[in-house]
């Protein structure tokens, strides 16, 4: 599996930030979290995802892509985390 280093979580979460339309959008997703929440924001699914659930979905997303990234093999190589192929 393609490994997502930690450049590019910075970088996805400062996307995310950005499009919860944080003024700092370097302090983090569980800063703006926070802050939309302590504004009066109390629905959850309209507050950014924990830094933790965004690396998994970011996880989730890079899996899949290679998945798609290999249409033309018959039979596609898949790593999972504990190193064994499915």
Not at 23 to 50: C, H, I, M, W
Request: net charge positive; glycine share 6%.
């Amino acid at each position: 599996m393609y490994r997502i280093g930690r450049d590019q979580y910075d970088g996805i979460e400062e996307y995310v930030c950005r499009l919860y339309s944080a003024l700092d959008f370097t302090a983090g997703v569980n800063k703006v979290r926070s802050d939309l929440f302590s504004k009066g924001n109390k629905e959850l699914e309209r507050l950014p995802p924990n830094f933790s659930v965004l690396k998994l979905h970011a996880a989730r997303a890079n899996y899949q892509a290679k998945i798609w990234l290999q249409p033309n093999l018959p039979m596609m190589e898949i790593l999972l985390e504990d190193g064994k192929h499915r």
